[in-house]
């Protein structure tokens, strides 16, 4: 039966037959991987729309948020709204009694910042360091990868020692220690991820361009004389493009919590909204002790929402890559 | 007593894309003592068959129907702790890929006691001492016991499992492809230790492969399963005198024996059926050369057809006169040539620019091709296009930086040693060894994958380490290598026209329909038709004859003067493979290729090669015309080789072997013979002195002191196997 | 232990050494080419220029470059961390040594803890592919290694602490006690640093548990798919042996390489938990250094933590040499 397709296809014209198979570049190969990540996978597609859905909030963050996430909201006599509870929570009429409406979702902080417009706010300060952070990461540790495994000698053992440096260093202190010297700005945590976190990539898919680097294919395009550059981009880097799109994803969850982390611990620039910030806003000014439940679970809540899409679209790319790990 | 005893066994397997009826309606019969060989290509549900014996198919297998009846009881009534208690006690099985049935990380020893411990019921002190006298009857030092599987051989590992299955004394062994993958010598003791365990403990045996000759030399009966059905079973002497099944002919013929070597083998074309939907007729019809009108519509049974003999076809009765006729190979090629038109083409350089040949010239090119090797090298057989002078390669291993670091002393590896041969345009030379020869490293310095630290090689009047980017560039494009593993030599993000393209693109050429017509023609030319279908798929929707064609065409899409054919077909299914030596020859000799041909497989060698190299720790130790080697070897290692390959033949028994399993590291040179440590007929010589080369009229060469001025040197004495 | 192993080790050992005095090296270049001068916040308009320079020579600041990294070094072989800026008339050393029993039993305690959950988790989930009761535990394991720590924290706090009022919010004692436990040994023996421990050790657990859990059921997954495990059902073995004695034990070796991992690299990451709890460890006082500009004690900090990683990464390699014998044998080919 199959041949009887097959035999039909043939006599179809060469006109044709060019226009199919032309088609299978190299680009249009990494496309497909992608798209059967998304396909195959119902929870990566899931972690692909919670990021369209916080990126379009962070575009529209300034038309969403119905207040300045900075400054002090004050009521009819000019003092600042300290710790409105959101005015599902609040007790009716208590607003009037302090000369001010309730139309806070999730009520104001202690200096009467509106937490719902922080919230919004926060999602551009997390995707933005998220994938600033991610795509640096995916691409020092591809290339270091790529011309440690393929050239070997002593440019694997530098690039391999640098990487076993890189490991010994302390992540977060090192961050720290980096936002502190510079002006405090989302930047420094992006730059110390890109400095330190290209090591597990960039070991990942040296070892994986070995492997590559020995099959017969590979061997096949040296000896009908292809050249190194086209050798890397052509037969090996196509292969493992995708090994770093997955380590990309993860690294844009890694991203997203560190600068949580370093937000939190008051390493941030105090006049960008995260929400880190916001949680160390919280912490510091005592929520917990008056029980504040609105004020901290929601920027918790974010985080761990677009931390999780980055671990869904991550294990999408593994389960495609690593058959092996397929949850059937 | 019946040990074993299958009715109607059918076993499906649930997929995506349908259920896969592997097994149907499979009847057997094993009594005690009995050797029972079982044959079939890949995918004929072998395998499947020995899993629903011991009930470890997989999730997605079932058992649709049938009995299987062990000493009596029915198998599949039994509840899954009993049967659990069965296994190994009963019916031990050696599974495939044995080599990695070892835990990697539990001493050898250990586990044989674990399992003699927990399964056995021994004491901790019986246990020891049974584990040591295992390792004595399969012929491991018992020292081995404290080691860990990493620390064997691929021989020694076989044998350990060997000694596992034996272990609890089981009624039934069952070894699945017990032999593949390991080197001839190797695979022959390993032969040697099953025959004699069989004797020795009368077991009763139930032997799978694909290989009909480990068959011919360790079993007493026979039974060929083809697409989930037996469809023949006979004793082994009249099955391998008298196949009473086509397919049983076809697997014979595809054979290459060194004993009755032939001029053409035969290729069983096509592939088996699609086992969701089989064919209702008979399931060979499609490949079979004597297919009649009613084979399509009447599905034969396996109907008895003479004393204890019984096969499944409609003309078994005509079988005699089908015999004879299936010794004529162009028969069998029919299937191949009513694809399509074969073209071919005149070696002269103008008709090598790509012209399509006349119908008429296709059958000239399925004729028989007259053996090559008679020629006397000089007489016009074409001038040297090859050369090698005194080549070696050496690795260091260890050292460097980081090697430093690790206090890892530098050592180096003699992968190939001071060789010297040439090559004349238009001829074929065979590389054989056993692994760690040096013959793939040979094979990757011909074609300058890797360069020689000593020694020059010349290709046509060019000195290979002394080449400018242009030079090389067109020694690229004239210079092609065909590897092993077909499912790996194609980028599998790549469509086939993508992989086939690729050469010309590298070698300038720009015009795409001029590209896109030298990849059809070349298709073509590897009787890949119509190309056109196979130009948008990829590598992984075909199967491995069919990728492996595809390599050929890339190698040749160039139209390259030289050609490294690095074993070509030994990941490949026996039916195919004769089609792919078939078509690599013939083109070879259209289009006057010089051919390499490195294999461990001498009588493939015998079969395509003009002349033979053998090689032993880098070096060459015999190089002369085929059938020279073949039946008049010199090299005592080559003596070694011939007899270590076993015969497709259950008369002719494989003369024991004088040597021993393993082939050292080649990590020092030798003053005197490399081979001298496992020489069954070694002098004290050849520990000091460099043996002499001894050359014939033929030119057929050997390098060994039996043939020198030292033949009367005392001989060496030492114990043998 | 043979030749070939020793070698590996001490070869490691060499490699550690380098790596450490690498990033020793960096460490010095970060702190003394900061944009800012190290004692600025310490130095204010009142001070003369003779007061400004006695400061800068009792940290010997007022040195050339090379010569002070080469007494860095040397202080450094001796374990002289120097003197803090903060604390007045301590030494970085007796602070860290302080701090550094405190980040252990956090860490420990919680690895521990973790490790246990993780490995068992694995194998169930392993045992479990594709049910529905999978999906629920690798989606909530998931899910804690998504949420910030000292966010969780922060949640446990607010009820346990605040709400329920069950368990102390912070430190590792009552102020009044926190001084009366003379050695560890009391402390260790003492019920109220225990329930301070509580809360930090499982959040943290909470969060470790992740890697090993989903390490552990890959690695079964794989380890199921190999012939050897093919080979015990052969033989007849127990599902349960199959499991725990073939499988689990194989998938087990690299989970523990990735606890001798984690231990260094929890306690350079303890730093946020730390913090949250006012838990006087390593990190928090690396936190507190950073933030008043005390340059001698943070350096202190961060080459302590290093040090630390650069240690377990060490013991990581050997112990999976040891573990794996094919590790071993492969060291041990390339000398022998």
Redesign the interface.
């Known amino acids: 039966m199959q041949q009887e397709s097959m035999a039909r296809e043939g006599q179809s014209g060469k006109a044709k037959t060019t226009a199919r198979f032309r088609q299978g570049s190299a680009i249009r190969q990494l496309w497909e991987t992608n798209l059967e990540v998304f396909q195959r996978d119902k929870m990566a597609l899931f972690g692909l729309f919670i990021f369209a859905v916080f990126a379009v909030v962070a575009i529209l963050a300034p038309q969403i948020a119905p207040n300045d996430p900075l400054n002090p909201l004050k009521n009819n006599e000019g003092d600042w709204i300290k710790d409105a509870m959101p005015y599902w929570l609040a007790e009716p009429g208590e607003d009037e009694a302090e000369g001010y409406t309730n139309t806070f979702l999730l009520g104001t902080t202690n200096i009467g910042r509106d937490i719902f417009s922080q919230l919004i706010h926060g999602s551009r300060s997390a995707l933005l360091v998220g994938f600033s952070a991610a795509a640096a990461v995916a691409v020092i540790g591809t290339v270091i990868g790529l011309l440690a495994g393929y050239y070997g000698g002593w440019v694997d053992t530098i690039l391999m020692r640098a990487a076993d440096v890189a490991f010994g260093i302390p992540f977060i202190p090192f961050i720290i220690v980096i936002s502190a010297f510079f002006d405090p700005s989302i930047w420094n945590v992006v730059i110390a991820m890109a400095l330190l976190l290209w090591r597990d990539t960039g070991r990942v898919i040296r070892s994986q361009v070995l492997v590559i680097k020995e099959q017969a294919f590979v061997s096949a395009a040296h000896v009908s004389g292809a050249s190194d550059l086209r050798i890397i981009f052509v037969y090996i880097a196509p292969s493992i493009l995708p090994l770093s799109f997955l380590y990309g994803s993860f690294a844009i969850a890694w991203a997203i919590l560190t600068e949580a982390s370093v937000s939190f611990l008051g390493f941030s620039d105090p006049e960008t909204i995260s929400w880190g910030y916001m949680l160390q806003d919280a912490f510091n000014s005592l929520a917990l002790s008056r029980e504040a439940f609105y004020w901290i679970v929601p920027p918790g809540l974010c985080i761990m929402l677009t931390v999780m899409a980055g671990f869904f679209i991550g294990r999408g790319y593994e389960e495609v890559l690593f058959p092996r790990l397929r949850r059937m | 007593m019946t040990i074993l005893s299958i009715r109607d066994l059918s076993v499906n397997y649930a997929t995506q894309d349908g259920t896969v009826q592997a097994v149907d309606g499979v009847s057997l019969d094993l009594e005690e003592g009995q050797r029972l060989g079982l044959i079939g290509e890949s995918g004929c549900g072998k395998t499947t068959l020995l899993k629903a014996i011991?009930q470890?198919l997989p999730r997605n297998g079932r058992i649709a129907g049938g009995k299987i009846l062990f000493k009596g009881m029915d198998l599949l009534q039994l509840p899954a702790a009993e049967m659990?208690?069965?296994?190994?006690?009963e019916i031990a099985?050696i599974?495939q890929?044995?080599m990695?049935?070892?835990?990697?990380?539990q001493r050898v020893g250990s586990q044989l006691t674990k399992?003699l411990r927990?399964?056995g019921g021994y004491s901790k002190k019986a246990a020891l001492k049974r584990a040591a006298d295992l390792f004595d009857l399969v012929g491991l030092d018992t020292e081995r016991l404290s080691h860990?599987p990493?620390?064997f051989s691929g021989g020694m590992k076989q044998r350990a499992v060997i000694a596992?299955a034996l272990a609890l004394e089981p009624s039934l062994l069952i070894a699945d492809e017990p032999v593949t993958a390991l080197d001839v010598i190797v695979q022959h003791q390993i032969l040697e230790v099953l025959r004699e365990l069989e004797q020795e403990l009368n077991l009763t045996v139930m032997l799978i492969t694909h290989d009909i000759s480990v068959v011919a030399q360790v079993c007493d009966s026979v039974s060929v399963m083809y697409a989930g059905r037996i469809v023949e079973q006979a004793a082994a002497e009249p099955f391998f005198s008298s196949p009473a099944h086509p397919y049983s002919l076809g697997l014979q013929q595809a054979f290459p024996n060194l004993a009755r070597p032939r001029d053409v083998l035969v290729s069983i074309e096509g592939y088996p059926p699609?086992l969701r939907e089989p064919p209702s007729g008979c399931r060979f019809a499609e490949r079979c050369p004597f297919v009649q009108d009613a084979c399509h519509d009447i599905d034969p049974k396996l109907e008895a057809i003479g004393d204890s003999r019984a096969a499944a076809c409609l003309r078994s009765n005509e079988m005699d006169v089908l015999r004879v006729q299936s010794e004529d190979p162009s028969l069998w090629q029919r299937v191949e040539v009513a694809q399509g038109l074969a073209p071919t083409l005149d070696p002269s350089p103008k008709m090598r620019e790509g012209l399509f040949a006349s119908p008429a010239e296709a059958q000239r090119v399925h004729a028989p091709l007259a053996p090559l090797w008679g020629k006397e090298p000089g007489d016009g057989g074409g001038d040297v296009l090859v050369q090698l002078q005194n080549v070696s390669k050496r690795f260091k291993?260890?050292g460097?930086?980081?090697?430093l670091?690790?206090?890892?002393?530098e050592?180096t590896v003699y992968a190939v040693n001071n060789i010297s041969f040439s090559l004349r345009r238009g001829e074929s030379l065979g590389l054989a060894g056993e692994s760690g020869c040096g013959k793939s490293t040979t094979g990757k310095l011909l074609?300058k994958?890797i360069d020689a630290s000593d020694g020059e090689i010349i290709f046509d009047g060019a000195d290979l380490a002394a080449m400018d980017d242009d030079s090389?560039?067109a020694f690229?494009?004239r210079?092609?290598?065909m590897?092993?593993?077909p499912f790996?030599?194609?980028?599998?993000?790549?469509?086939?026209?993508?992989?086939l393209t690729?050469?010309l693109v590298?070698?300038g050429w720009k015009d795409?329909n001029k590209r896109?017509d030298r990849v059809i023609e070349t298709l073509d030319r590897v009787n890949l038709r119509?190309a056109?279908?196979f130009?948008?798929k990829?590598p992984h929707q075909l199967s491995g004859g069919q990728l492996q064609r595809v390599?050929l065409a890339?190698a040749l899409v160039?139209h390259p003067d030289f050609l490294v054919a690095d074993e070509p077909v030994s990941m490949l299914d026996v039916s195919v493979r004769a089609g792919i030596l078939n078509t690599t020859r013939r083109l070879a000799r259209e289009l006057g290729l010089a051919t390499v041909y490195i294999s461990h497989d001498l009588s493939l060698l015998q079969y395509t090669c003009d002349r033979i190299a053998i090689m032993y720790l880098g070096e060459i130790v015999e190089i002369g015309p085929s059938n020279q080697v073949i039946n008049n070897p010199q090299h005592p290692y080559t003596k070694a080789l011939i007899a270590a390959v076993p015969v497709p033949d259950p008369t002719i028994e494989n003369p024991p072997l004088r040597i021993q399993e393993g082939v050292p590291r080649p990590t020092e040179q030798f003053i005197g013979c490399p081979f001298a440590q496992r020489c069954p007929d070694a002098m004290e010589a050849c520990l000091t002195v460099r043996p002499p080369l001894i050359t014939d009229e033929n030119e057929h060469r050997a390098q060994c002191h039996l043939y020198g001025e030292h033949r009367d040197s005392p001989k060496l004495k030492r114990q043998l196997p | 232990m043979n030749r070939g192993v020793v070698y590996y080790i001490l070869g490691r050992f060499l490699q550690s050494v380098m790596v450490l005095w690498i990033i020793v090296t960096l460490l010095f270049l970060l702190f003394r080419l900061a944009p800012s001068n190290p004692l600025a916040s310490y130095i204010d308009t009142t001070f003369t220029k003779q007061q400004e320079a006695a400061l800068l020579a009792r940290f010997g600041l007022d040195k050339p470059l090379g010569e002070q990294y080469i007494i860095y070094l040397f202080n450094l072989l001796k374990l002289d961390l120097g003197e803090t800026f903060s604390y007045s008339g301590k030494s970085v050393m007796d602070i860290l040594r302080a701090d550094l029993p405190n980040t252990i039993y956090l860490t420990l305690s919680s690895l521990l803890l973790a490790y246990l959950v993780g490995v068992l988790g694995g194998i169930a989930m392993a045992a479990l592919r594709g049910s529905l009761l999978e999906r629920v535990g690798t989606t909530f394991t998931l899910m804690t290694r998504a949420a910030p720590q000292f966010w969780v924290g922060m949640l446990l706090l607010t009820f346990f602490a605040f709400q329920l009022k069950l368990l102390p919010s912070s430190g590792i004692g009552p102020p009044m006690v926190r001084y009366r436990w003379e050695t560890e040994w009391d402390k260790l023996m003492s019920p109220v640093f225990w329930r301070h421990m509580i809360l930090p050790t499982f959040t943290l657990a909470l969060y470790l548990h992740g890697l090993p859990l989903l390490l552990m059921r890959s690695n079964m997954l794989e380890v199921l798919d190999q012939d050897y495990v093919t080979m015990s059902r052969l033989a007849g073995y127990s599902e349960w042996r199959v499991m725990i004695q073939t499988a689990a034990r194989n998938a087990m070796l690299p989970v523990l390489t990735a606890l001798t991992l984690g231990i260094g690299y929890s306690i350079g990451g303890n730093v946020v938990i730390e913090h949250v709890f006012s838990w006087p460890g390593l990190g928090r006082t690396l936190v507190r250094a950073v933030q008043q500009a005390d340059y001698p004690l943070a350096q202190g900090a961060f080459f302590f933590i290093a040090l630390i990683i650069v240690f377990m990464n060490f013991i990581a390699d050997i112990l999976y040499s040891l573990l794996d014998p094919r590790v071993g044998a492969t060291a041990q080919a390339q000398v022998s």
């Open positions: 011991v470890v659990r208690q069965l296994r190994w006690r099985t599974p890929a044995s990695d049935s070892l835990n990697p990380v399992l927990v399964r860990y990493h620390e596992m699609d291993i260890g460097g930086l980081a090697g670091l690790r206090g890892d002393k050592q074609v994958l090389l560039l690229r494009s210079v092609q290598l590897f092993q593993n790996e030599a194609l980028n599998p993000r790549f469509t086939l026209y993508r992989s690729e050469p590298i070698h795409e896109l119509p056109e279908v130009l948008d990829y390599v890339r160039l």
